[in-house]
């Protein structure tokens, strides 16, 4: 069973940084494309970005390019996602996901973690 658990949610004050983790299981992790979307409150999923399987490509949305790093460690099983600057309108639920095409927001999904940015 494909299991991704995400962590490291939390609040933050804008401007500030996040590091959120996926533990992935269940799965050959090394052998998918891995990406991050998010939902916020009353809109639907968002597409983040995506890394490939060996890391060395990475693609980002034009909202969060320049200020999230997505990376993984494929002897951990694990996807990260470095978010900086981050602002108001980052606030969302963030999900690790798998399947689907390269900029869409997959077939498979963790739990999420809450992101909230607040003064």
């Known amino acids: 069973e494909v299991q991704l658990v995400e962590s490291g949610g939390g609040l933050v004050q804008p401007g500030g940084s996040l590091r959120l983790s996926c533990a992935a299981s269940?799965?050959?992790?090394?052998?998918?494309?891995m990406k991050w979307v998010r939902q916020a409150p009353g809109k639907g999923l968002e597409w983040l970005s995506t890394i490939s399987r060996s890391g060395g490509s990475t693609s980002y949305s034009d909202s969060v390019k320049g200020r999230f790093t997505i990376s993984r460690d494929n002897a951990e099983n694990t996807l990260y996602l470095q978010m900086n600057s981050l602002k108001v309108e980052d606030t969302a639920m963030y999900y690790c996901a798998q399947g689907g095409l390269w900029n869409d927001v997959g077939t498979v999904r963790g739990q999420g973690t809450q992101v909230t940015v607040s003064s």
């Open positions: 269940g799965f050959s992790f090394r052998l998918y494309d």
